[in-house]
């Protein structure tokens, strides 16, 4: 695996977070390097740069040597790519912050790896629509293949006139300025009901399924359990938290710990817990990378419908990751229940970490199955 990025005479080693050492995947992709290289032969010194969605920070240390960097994204795991990537190559401090996070003032330009959630794109746009005036460029860059014209005619509705380069290694460059006749007021949330729970959710701009529920998740709120007392339960990848909340609805008297990598999942979750459980209900919503930093045996139950990518990258490291996490954090006859699709083959992974026979197929439908792992 290429670790190092050498461009314009210079070097910098970056490496994906968490760093594994059989990693097969790079921490920058030919996106990167078109932008870099672009605003390079711009020639630009000294200038307040935003950078959104930079993967695991290669544009925030390559601009932070000659400029003011601000990195917004809406990830965890970028924020800690980011900074361990800044330390490794001695870059400049930058600035951290969230796409809850207010544009910052005087920005010069902005550069954007196009986020893979149009919802999530159009609240960025609009923000940027709101903060900037029509002088600063907007360069964003996704793969060619990902840029369709409805892509484009979002920019041009949020932020305005926008072109596009011609195509260098499958990537584009999207040219644009926030001058659209119109300022689109964006709702930061969605909200949904899900009548046969009694649940109201509220789904800021980049949750995962946050539009509608999950139908991994629909198929395991029917079968959580009800008889946890006052057990300490950890919701892992919690998304808008609609597993905590059904667990809370069942169960008045446990406290749960909602954990997720995304920001924006991690304040929707907290609302949702805040909108739909009883004053006094003990829960805590925090961001992290699966189980990060937990001590051992500190919960009797972790709930968990895992993600099955990084990124833009498909990837089962992270269920792996999260079940041995998961392990970790369980006390002696603690339970693991998983919600997978079948063919992702979740029984073996969890078969090799608990013991065949600790596993259980609780439920199953064409598309899912339900399984607890007893520790
Ligand atoms: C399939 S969704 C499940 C969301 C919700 N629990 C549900 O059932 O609808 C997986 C969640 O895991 C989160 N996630 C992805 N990688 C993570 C990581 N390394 N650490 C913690 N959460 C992560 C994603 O942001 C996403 O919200």
Not at 272 to 290: K, W
Not at 294 to 300: G, L, R
Request: proline residues 3%; hydrophobic residues 40%.
């Amino acid at each position: 695996m290429k670790n190092e990025l050498t461009l314009h005479e210079r070097i910098l080693s970056l490496y994906r977070f968490p760093k594994r050492n059989n990693e097969t995947l790079q921490a920058w992709d030919a996106g990167d390097e078109y932008l870099i290289n672009h605003v390079e032969d711009l020639g630009l010194e000294g200038k307040r740069i935003l950078i959104l969605n930079d993967n695991f920070g290669t544009l925030s240390c390559w601009f932070s040597e000659k400029h003011d960097i601000t990195m917004m994204s809406d990830s965890f795991i970028t924020h800690k790519g980011t900074l361990s990537n800044l330390h490794r190559n001695e870059c400049k401090k930058i600035t951290f912050a969230t796409t809850m996070d207010s544009i910052p003032d005087n920005i010069d330009l902005v550069l954007m790896q196009i986020p893979r959630s149009n919802r999530h794109l159009v609240w960025q746009l609009a923000q940027l629509r709101g903060a900037l005036s029509a002088s600063v460029p907007v360069i964003a860059v996704n793969k060619a293949k990902e840029i369709h014209s409805s892509t484009l005619k979002l920019f041009e509705k949020y932020l305005g006139s926008t072109t596009t380069s011609l195509a260098w290694k499958k990537h584009r460059l999207v040219f644009a300025q926030a001058d659209s006749p119109a300022l689109t007021e964006i709702e930061a949330s969605t909200r949904w009901n899900l009548e046969d729970h009694k649940i109201t959710l509220d789904n800021l701009a980049n949750v995962y399924s946050g539009e509608k529920l999950d139908l991994g998740a629909r198929f395991i709120l029917e079968h959580l359990p009800s008889d946890l007392g006052s057990k300490r339960v950890i919701d892992l990848g919690c998304g808008n938290g609609v597993l905590s909340v059904k667990l809370g609805q069942l169960n008045p008297d446990i406290q749960i710990t909602c954990v997720d990598e995304s920001f924006m999942a991690v304040e929707s979750a907290k609302q949702n817990l805040e909108n739909n459980l009883p004053d006094g209900f003990r829960f805590e919503c925090t961001a992290n990378n699966c189980l990060d930093g937990f001590e051992k045996e500190c919960a009797e139950l972790v709930v968990c419908n895992p993600p099955f990518h990084q990124q833009q990258a498909i990837t089962d490291h992270i269920a792996w990751q999260m079940f041995c996490d998961t392990k970790h954090v369980l006390t002696q006859g603690g339970q693991l229940l998983v919600i997978g699709n079948r063919h992702l083959g979740y029984d073996v992974k969890l078969s090799r970490l608990f013991g065949k026979n600790n596993v259980r197929l609780i439920a199953s439908n064409k598309k899912f199955v339900i399984l607890q792992a007893t520790k």
